[in-house]
């Protein structure tokens, strides 16, 4: 299986800061790559998927890039409704594996 | 609009059995592959099991592999879970996930259900 690395597991920051999210794959995935959001209680939230294609519906202070093994997640300027857990997928094969999460709260 | 509501969860021993089921619409339920993924209590994402629009094709996670039956009934737009065997790893909040287009990428997402597997 391929396994998925996110860092930080957590961070703090202000509203108003650029938030940046690294996971990496333990081999190659070229861009299938998928970022999600979750809040307390409630279900994922599809944010970007192939590396960098923004999901209809999500604000575009969320950006993703890389390809390969490195991947990042981006929110630009971090808003009140940001602070969430947010996860990375790898579906370049079966079974399609989850990051551990980061958790963004407010500092 | 598309919506997914799981039912079957609950407390059960370990080595028994539950089955889960996940009522859909708002969608042509034939022609998607569904997923059912899991979440440990307070802990990350784990895909379970996916099955194709016409439940021909189905994957399994290596940690539920010969214990859970993942299946479909297009006439009723409902997918299940059948688990057998159950350990208390197993216990998790079970999501039904249905995919934008293929099979993985989750745009939708049900409430979740919850099993607990203790003594």
């Known amino acids: 299986d391929i396994q998925m690395t996110q860092s930080p597991s957590s961070l703090s920051a202000s509203v108003g800061d650029r938030v940046t999210i690294t996971c990496r794959a333990s081999q190659g995935i070229s861009s299938y790559l998928n970022w999600y959001q979750q809040k307390p209680g409630k279900a994922p939230k599809l944010l970007i998927y192939a590396a960098s294609s923004l999901q209809s519906g999500v604000p575009s202070r969320f950006s993703g890039s890389g390809s390969g093994t490195d991947f990042t997640l981006s929110i630009s300027s971090l808003q009140p409704e940001d602070f969430a857990t947010y996860f990375c997928q790898q579906t370049y094969n079966v079974p399609p594996t989850f990051g551990q999460g980061t958790k963004v709260d407010i500092k | 609009e598309v919506q997914l509501l799981e039912s079957g969860g609950g407390l059960v021993q370990p080595g028994g059995s539950l089955r889960l089921s996940c009522a859909a619409s708002g969608f042509t339920f034939s022609t998607y592959a569904l997923n059912w993924v899991r979440q440990a209590p307070g802990k990350g994402l784990e895909w379970v099991s996916a099955i194709s629009g016409s439940g021909g094709t189905t994957y399994y996670a290596d940690s539920v592999k010969g214990r859970f039956t993942i299946s479909r009934d297009n006439s009723k737009n409902t997918l299940y879970l059948q688990m057998n065997s159950l350990r208390a790893e197993d216990t998790a909040l079970y999501y039904c996930?249905?995919?934008?287009?293929?099979?993985?990428?989750?745009?939708?997402w049900g409430q979740g259900t919850l099993v607990a597997v203790s003594s």
């Open positions: 996930a249905k995919p934008t287009s293929g099979w993985y990428i989750i745009d939708y």
